[in-house]
């Protein structure tokens, strides 16, 4: 059984570099950086929390890869990893904010396109972060020629890497290539979220569906959750309710492991113990915004074998 350990979602106001010093003092993990216009870009805001961090790993939740060509992203990232000591995690998503793509001035790929793009970015970057020259078949527009990362980044192949989603074909390429697969719980859809998978049985489905496409690496794979609304708050009914959830009710979001809230800290520690024994869910992150006293949660589980102390 996986430790468990937490990822705070920087909300982008403030300074990356007063969160990343609480984050690392609280015990997180991880500080992790959205990837989304009309925000502080990621990659710069990393590179400024990990010159004033030491240990706490600093990671993308997640890179759009329909915003930049794969070369240039991996030089960026490389450029984390040496400038934190090799403290790198790379979170890879396909993008839904059509806006936001076409607002860079950039064509916005099928979902079938964008999926593709994040099994090509899963499997060149291992490649490129361990030094190797890639030369991609074909004369395709944004395809490597003969590329090169200098210097190569600390870890190397190692840099760990994620995927985070819901639906099926995104999930299977993380089951078959990431280090961590991450659940959200909920899909994007023209008409707002489908919360489908928000329940406690959705993410056993989730998970289900993942086990069989990992087949033999399932056991190889960190599973992770991106929980929504976490922490200690007087009354639960009444926060869930005035969330108005569509698809949903507040018995069920009261018990979606999406939505850990609780009256007390213990609660909260014996909901996330629950939830790594039940489902085998190790890694925890929370929205720094959406989170209420969950650093002390964390402070009170980090670092052990997901026992409270």
Known sequence: MRPLRFGLVWDGTGSPVDVARRAE??????????????????????????AVTRRIRLGTQVVNVAFRPLGALAQELAAVDIVSGGRLDVGLGAGYAESEVRSLGLPF????????????ALDLLPRLFAGETVDEEGVTPGRLASFRLEPVPPQGAAVPLMVGGNGDRLLAVGAARAGIVQFSGFSPTPDGPDFGNFSDSGL?????????AAGDRFDDIELSVLVQWAGVVPDPRARIAAMELPGTGVDQVLTSPFALLGTSVDEVCARLVDLRDRHGVS??????????????????????AGEQR
């Open 109 to 120: 790929p099928s979902a079938g396109e964008r999926i593709r793009e994040v099994a090509r």
């Open 283 to 304: 890694y925890v992150t929370v929205f720094d915004r959406q989170s209420y006293g969950f650093d002390e949660v964390v402070t009170r589980l980090a670092g052990g």
């Open 204 to 212: 056993a489905e989730r998970i289900g569906h993942v086990r069989r």
């Open 25 to 50: 003092q609280a015990g997180y993990a991880s500080l992790l950086f959205p990837d989304h216009t009309g925000m502080v870009a990621p990659i710069p805001a990393m590179a400024a929390a990990a």
